[in-house]
């Protein structure tokens, strides 16, 4: 597994806890029964993970580790679900038996992930025969904003070295497709998808989560002992999101690509 490079900071769970089924697994909903057992990997603050309970019969939710897992047991602890098992894994070898669930999901991991080849290959490895493999995940470069500013071309360059030297691959969204191959998968259709923030409010919660987590998150105590930014620096880009978020004409579009698998 890679460095995981957004951490746990609260500005990061603030923007992983608003994610639902609804707007970040819709591509997957037409494929779900209600009889259905569900491998969520890399559950992350397990909201995604406790909008499955609902759907299906059994979730099985994994994590790096049982800090990292206890997200998602306080999500479904405080929803009262109980149809979801807690697991510690690592999805470059999972420690299921093959064939042992109709649908394995995973929302924004590859990109975190050391060998996304690999981590395919597991999760298609305990899928059942006609089962579904799912996997999202977001496309950096392909990200796109209005007013232009030098800000935020400044942030998402840091991003992108920042998630690179953790060993990810931040424009997974794109390579999907071909990771899918290179792992064998061959019955394959391939969608994408956006967030995307125009309004006032949502503008206000995108940019004020984005120059929140420059500043105080994992990645910026990388940046700045990797010697990539100053203080300074970080600063100006948080500013930079602040004006963006308070600009009526400010619009932002987050591109996904999907993979829904047959196996």
Do not use: K
């Amino acid at each position: 597994m890679a460095t995981y490079t957004h951490g746990y900071h609260e500005s990061v769970l603030r923007s992983h806890r608003n994610r639902t089924v609804e707007n970040s697994a819709a591509y997957l909903l037409p494929h779900l029964r209600p009889g259905d057992s569900l491998l969520d990997v890399g559950a992350g603050a397990g909201t995604i993970t406790a909008d499955f309970a609902r759907l299906v019969d059994r979730v099985t939710a994994t994590e790096l580790d049982d800090d990292a897992l206890g997200l998602a047991r306080t999500v479904a602890r405080e929803r009262a679900i109980d149809n979801i098992e807690f697991t510690v894994a690592d999805v470059h070898a999972l420690p299921f038996a093959d064939d042992s669930f109709d649908v394995v999901h995973a929302h924004q991991v590859l990109q975190h992930v050391a060998d996304p080849v690999r981590a395919l290959r597991e999760m298609a490895r305990v899928a059942r025969p006609g089962g579904v493999v799912a996997v999202r995940d977001s496309d950096y470069s392909a990200f796109a904003w209005w007013p232009q500013l030098p800000e935020l071309d400044d942030w998402l360059d840091l991003y992108r070295v920042a998630a690179r030297e953790n060993g990810g691959e931040p424009d997974a969204g794109r390579r999907l497709l071909a990771w899918a191959h290179a792992a064998g998968l061959t019955d394959i259709t391939a969608t994408s998808s956006t967030w995307c923030y125009w309004t006032a409010d949502s503008r206000a919660w995108w940019g004020g989560m984005w120059a929140d987590r420059i500043l105080d998150s994992a990645i910026a105590r990388q940046l700045q002992g990797s010697g990539h930014a100053t203080r300074d620096d970080l600063q100006r880009i948080s500013d930079g999101w602040r004006h963006w978020a308070a600009d009526p004409d400010g619009w932002y579009s987050v591109l996904h690509g999907e993979l829904i698998v047959r196996v």
